[in-house]
């Protein structure tokens, strides 16, 4: 059984067993988010989300349409998903370009992750890192624009 917090606001959507909605959490209809999961509070999630199983996402994350999030995924405080690489005032795409997280990668607070992007399986990236191009399993990356620093083993 999930938990939702009566003060979050959660549409028609797919919410696993043992997943926690926290206060002032907006899921709009669609979104379809895993078991055993933490949404912390002041979260955004649009429709066209997957996120899958064992994910905690911090609070004042916003998860655009068009993300995909795999199972074991940390994603820290105030990271930042774009999915509209031209952005312009009322100027709409037809489509929005989304960011893949792997399994077991984990993101550091204030992360800023740039469409189209790939985080692969059990990569880290660093606190305030700006991700402008895909990450390969097991990197750790860091910086402006994120850089590899080692591999995991």
């Given at each position: 059984m999930s938990f939702i917090h009566s003060l979050a606001?959660?549409?028609?959507?797919?919410?696993g067993a043992g997943t926690k909605v926290w206060q002032f959490v907006v899921i709009l209809k669609g979104a379809i988010v895993g078991e055993n999961c933490n949404i912390c509070a002041q979260c955004l999630i649009e429709g066209d989300v997957i996120i899958g199983d064992n994910v905690t996402v911090k609070s004042g994350v916003q998860v655009w349409d068009?993300?995909?999030i795999g199972n074991n995924v940390f994603i820290g405080p105030n990271v930042t998903f774009t999915n509209d690489p031209f952005p312009r005032s009322k100027e709409y795409p037809d489509s929005f370009t989304g960011i893949t997280v792997c399994d077991s990668?984990?993101?550091?607070?204030?992360?800023?992750?740039?469409?189209?992007?790939?985080?692969?399986a059990s990569a880290m990236v660093g606190a305030g890192a700006?991700?402008?191009?895909?990450?390969?399993?097991?990197a750790v990356v860091v910086g402006n624009p994120a850089k590899i620093i080692r591999f995991l083993e």
């Open positions: 606001d959660v549409s028609e959507c797919t919410l068009g993300t995909r990668a984990s993101i550091g607070a204030n992360a800023t992750v740039l469409p189209g992007v790939t985080i692969g700006v991700v402008t191009k895909d990450v390969p399993p097991k």
